[in-house]
């Protein structure tokens, strides 16, 4: 049955485009124009650089400064039209657009609690995550400034099916329905971000949430768009307008920003500005973060500090049917990794350390970074012969980071130095949208140099390159969106070494070169449930290579707590997964329900052979089979107009089933309970998070006790004509309970923060 159906996905590219090459052929009809005007709800005063969105069509503008917006050429139909601004927003409206007329609309914005989630990531197009055939979470930058923290981890964990993985807080990643490590593709601006976070859990992202215009999470295989190590999920960092749309605004837009906390030391601030004058843009921005070591309800834990500073700059040049844009982005971070200094004493190489000091006399490991990204933008829009657009982009990023070795004395040394040199680039042809047909295809390709230099070089030098195609098509009917399409990828490793052997002597064994080659398929369904709920229904078959490190490593890997021993036979894996979710969206009452099913032919996990080396457990990468399953619920409902209530819960199960043997660092289940307090801009949110125990463990896991812990939010908006006010105060950890994340590598000696409070203050201009 299984065999079946995946052959029956194989066709899916087939039949994307013969539909590709049926809507260009179809003549073009008349159209008709929609305009309004978007004002302030407080004053009634217009609003400027505010997005207008037609949902069914992904098509946005933006107003001017009379607080004016105009779509031409749109096709007709009946489609919802919604006006949003960060904390602003209003209720979506229903049009109906007649060939050769003009559709009036008008918005009247206000600082709402429950506003439409925006998405680009889920389809490569702007949608609300109501809409999306994916399951969606998007966070704005009025949400970010809420949760400000120096890491992505830490920022989105216990958003719904997101908890975090750390080696200590500088380090925190996200992981989503708890698949981790090469299996949650983190990107900036759609292209993988080049760190090496995947790799190892001491190795964190280097992205600052602070100048972020948003975050958004496709929960599940996004392996169609954005490549196989999308398998469990994504995580896209949006950085500002020019990312969303590649089209000039006219005058400034931007923000500036401060933090400050306590329990920590906890300080931060940034700025961003886009000027956009006639087709021109220019955008810059820059900041950071630091932290001190934080402090535990049993006391301070030592080396979990961190400080990171960004710059960016860009320009670009909007024609009538083309653009072309330039930025760049610089990251420096340096943060402490707790208890590696005791690790690392108790797993000391061979041969003398610098200064004549023995490992032994390792006090401290911090890991310092660099990350330069260069990027290049262009395209071509309003294109003939079927065909919307084409957008192309092309990145290089050069990632360098050096594990610092704190001696006795004062003394600091290089210990392992890691570099990967990365070129992305990406095409997608969007196609024009024909009646109820609509899509893009493209192309992707990734050339890569890793390299490893010291007492950590798990691995030899390897170049990897990697290419593919891909195509997302979809029919959107009245009550009912149908979503389908392919990715076939190839992926090449070469190496340049080899390895010691097994017993550590000097023979070598030799590493081969290793190719893969993968397809994936989807389709999906969206079934609209009266005016204000929907059914959304995935199947999804996805592949993944192995991963670098799966194939060659083999040496004490401090970061992964094991001696890691690689295996260069590896497969690729195959997900096969369902995901069922219901929604419901509505002034009064907000909800989401999603179930999830995958099945994993050929998991690769890291097994403990109960062998002790070199003072870490060692562990065989192997492949067996494996499954999660798991849920997740959010509820939001107005109890009257000036109080909501808010519920959610998360969980997820995942075993190796041809052992039956659970996996490493799964989240326990977990709940939230709060209320939102609201009178005027001014809002009040006490939280209640609670967590079960977690037993079901992989072995050389401890179990993990559950807890329950208080936060308590406040935040007080002021609204203007061109600007937003935002001031956010943060009470976290009310009671001082002791707790411990049970993903994280260090759990069992570091529990996590104590009481503290943080406060942050936002301006946005406009």
Not at 497 to 504: H, K, N, P
Not at 560 to 571: R, V, Y
Request: proline fraction near 5%.
């Amino acid at each position: 049955m299984l065999v079946c159906k995946i052959g029956t996905m194989r066709t899916l590219p087939l039949l994307a485009l013969v539909l590709s090459l049926f809507a260009s052929t179809v003549a073009s009809q008349p159209r008709g124009v929609v305009q309004g005007s978007v004002t302030l709800d407080r004053t009634g005063d217009p609003i400027h650089g505010v997005a207008v969105l037609i949902v069914d069509l992904g098509l946005t503008v933006e107003t001017d400064g009379s607080g004016d917006f105009r779509f031409e050429n749109i096709p007709p139909g009946r489609y919802d039209i919604l006006a949003h601004s960060g904390a602003l927003s209003a209720t979506t409206q229903l049009i109906e657009v007649q060939a050769g007329q003009v559709t009036t609309v008008d918005f009247i914005l206000k600082v709402s609690p429950i506003r439409q989630e925006i998405t680009v990531t889920a389809r490569g197009q702007e949608e609300t995550a109501f809409e999306a055939v994916q399951s969606v979470t998007s966070l704005d930058s009025y949400s970010l400034a809420q949760k400000m923290a120096p890491t992505l981890g830490e920022v989105l964990d216990g958003e719904s099916g997101v908890s975090k993985r750390s080696f200590g807080p500088g380090s925190s990643r996200p992981v989503i329905r708890g698949f981790d490590g090469d299996r949650v593709l983190v990107m900036q601006d759609g292209i993988p971000v080049g760190s090496l976070a995947s790799q190892s859990g001491d190795h964190g992202e280097p992205i600052d949430p602070a100048n972020l215009e948003r975050v958004e999470i496709v929960k599940g295989p996004a392996t169609l768009l954005y490549g196989s190590n999308a398998i469990g999920g994504v995580v896209n960092a949006v950085t500002g307008h020019h990312e969303l749309h590649q089209r000039p605004h006219q005058g400034m837009t931007g923000q500036l920003i401060g933090a400050a906390g306590l329990s920590n030391g906890y300080g931060g601030g940034g700025a961003r500005v886009e000027f956009g004058r006639g087709g021109w843009l220019l955008w810059a921005g820059g900041g950071g973060q630091r932290s001190g070591d934080y402090d535990t309800p049993i006391g301070r834990v030592e080396n979990s500090k961190s400080s990171t500073t960004n710059a960016s700059a860009g320009l670009g040049y909007s024609a009538e049917r083309s653009y072309l844009s330039f930025g760049y982005t610089r990251n420096d971070g340096r943060y402490g990794i707790p208890e590696a200094g005791d690790f690392h004493a108790e797993s000391p190489p061979e041969g003398p350390h610098p200064g004549g000091l023995e490992e032994e006399d390792v006090e401290a490991i911090d890991i310092d970074f660099r990350r330069n990204n260069y990027r290049l933008g262009a395209g071509l829009q309003n294109l003939k012969s079927g065909f919307q657009g084409f957008d192309f982009s092309l990145s290089h990023t050069e990632w360098d980071h050096s594990e610092v070795e704190r001696l006795a004395g004062g003394i600091e040394a290089i210990g392992t130095e890691f570099s990967n040199q990365q070129w992305v680039f990406r095409g997608v042809f969007e196609q024009l949208q024909t009646g109820p047909l609509g899509g893009r295809f493209g192309f992707w390709g990734k050339v890569r140099d890793y390299d490893v230099v010291g007492e950590e070089a798990l691995s030899p030098p390897v170049d990897q390159t990697a290419f593919a195609l891909f195509a997302l098509e979809e029919l959107s009917f009245e009550k009912m969106k149908l979503q389908f399409g392919g990715r076939l990828e190839w992926t090449d490793y070469q190496v340049s070494g080899s390895r010691l052997g097994a017993d550590g002597s000097e023979q070598t064994i030799p590493l081969p070169d290793r190719d893969f080659k993968g397809f994936s398929a989807g389709i999906g369904a969206r079934f609209e449930i009266g005016t204000n709920g929907a059914f959304i229904t995935n199947f999804t078959s996805s592949y993944r290579a192995p991963a670098l490190e799966e194939l060659y490593n083999f040496g004490p890997h401090v970061g992964n707590l094991a001696f890691e021993i690689g295996n260069s036979d590896l497969s690729g894996e195959r997900s096969n997964g369902v995901d069922l979710s219901f929604r419901h969206h509505h002034q009064r009452i907000h909800a989401q329900a999603s179930f999830f099913y995958y099945d994993i032919e050929d998991f690769i996990y890291l097994q403990p052979t109960g062998e002790v080396v070199e003072g870490l457990l060692e562990g065989e990468y192997r492949q067996a089979n494996s499954r999660f399953v798991g849920a997740e619920f959010r509820f939001d409902a107005a109890l009257r107009e000036s109080m909501r209530f808010k519920l959610g819960l998360d969980v997820v199960d995942a075993e190796l089933t041809d052992i039956n043997q659970a996996l490493p660092r799964i989240p326990p289940l977990k709940a939230r309970i709060g209320f939102d307090f609201r009178h005027k801009g001014l809002s009040l949110g006490p939280e209640l998070i609670l967590a079960d125990r977690q037993d079901q463990l992989s072995p050389g896991e401890t179990p993990t006790p559950g807890y329950a812990v208080v936060n308590l939010t406040a935040n007080y908006t002021i609204p203007a004509q061109h600007f937003l006010h935002q001031l956010s105060f943060e009470f976290y950890n009310v009671a001082d309970r002791l707790y411990r994340n049970h993903l994280s590598f260090i759990k069992d000696v570091a529990p996590e923060i104590g009481r503290g409070i943080k406060f942050s203050y936002v301006m946005r201009f406009f």
